[in-house]
């Protein structure tokens, strides 16, 4: 499969764009993330994966290949205390 070359608004939009290659995700394993918030709130979270993109000629400083993330995410709140909850809809049940 030929490469698709694709430009990057990266990393200012004052700068001109970067050039890539899109990189299918062939395998992911999305694991969920759980936070508990200072205000008492638990919340889980999982990122979904779509591509990455593979910067031309962009290195870290260990010689890695440096990519951008096409990804969305999954958000849920398990808890949350009372006082933050709308109280027009009442009392609800975690």
Same mark, same amino acid.
């Given at each position: 499969?030929?490469?698709?070359?694709? =430009?990057?608004?990266?990393?200012?939009?004052?700068?001109?764009?970067?050039?890539?290659?899109?990189?299918? &995700? =062939?395998?992911?394993?999305?694991?969920?993330?759980?936070?508990?918030?200072?205000?008492?709130?638990?919340?889980?979270? @999982?990122?979904?994966?779509?591509?990455?993109?593979?910067?031309?000629?962009?290195?870290?400083?260990?010689?890695?290949?440096?990519?951008?993330? @096409?990804?969305?995410?999954?958000?849920?709140? &398990?808890?949350?205390?009372?006082?933050?909850?709308?109280?027009?809809?009442? @009392?609800? &049940?975690?």
């Amino acid at each position: 499969m030929p490469e698709r070359r694709i =430009k990057i608004p990266f990393p200012t939009p004052q700068s001109p764009p970067m050039e890539g290659v899109e990189v299918s &995700v =062939k395998e992911s394993t999305e694991r969920w993330t759980d936070v508990l918030l200072e205000d008492g709130t638990s919340i889980r979270l @999982k990122p979904s994966v779509i591509s990455a993109i593979r910067m031309i000629g962009q290195f870290d400083p260990e010689g890695n290949p440096m990519y951008a993330l @096409k990804a969305g995410q999954i958000l849920t709140i &398990v808890s949350a205390p009372e006082e933050l909850r709308n109280p027009q809809l009442g @009392k609800q &049940v975690n």
